[in-house]
């Protein structure tokens, strides 16, 4: 008899099959978050410094700015890992 985290674990595998990736898309993966932890540094590096130097109306925007940059490079770091995973993207 499965006990009932089994049972939720067979439904759960049945709507949402597991994805294996292989060690070729592992690197590839890796190499995507490595390059955008890298541009989100290199964002935060340069507004802050800019944030530094201005007055408080323009450090706010700046500090917007930063926002909306990181979450557009989160979402490219999403966007290209799933390509990988899916299959395409390139080697």
């Known amino acids: 008899m499965k006990s009932a985290y089994e049972l939720a ?3 759960l595998e049945k709507a949402a099959p597991t994805i294996t990736v ?11 978050d490595s390059e955008i932890t ?3 540094a290199e ?14 109306a323009a450090s706010e925007e700046i500090r917007r ?8 490079l989160e979402e ?3 966007r290209e890992k799933e390509k990988i995973r899916s299959g395409g993207g390139k080697a």
């Open 76 to 78: 490219k770091r999403e």
């Open 43 to 56: 964002k935060k590096i340069f507004l802050e410094g800019e944030m530094a130097k201005a007055d408080p």
């Open 38 to 40: 890298a541009k989100i």
């Open 9 to 11: 674990m067979a439904r």
């Open 22 to 32: 292989s060690d070729d898309q592992k690197l590839r993966i890796a190499r995507i």
């Open 65 to 72: 700015q930063l926002a909306s940059e990181i979450a557009r």
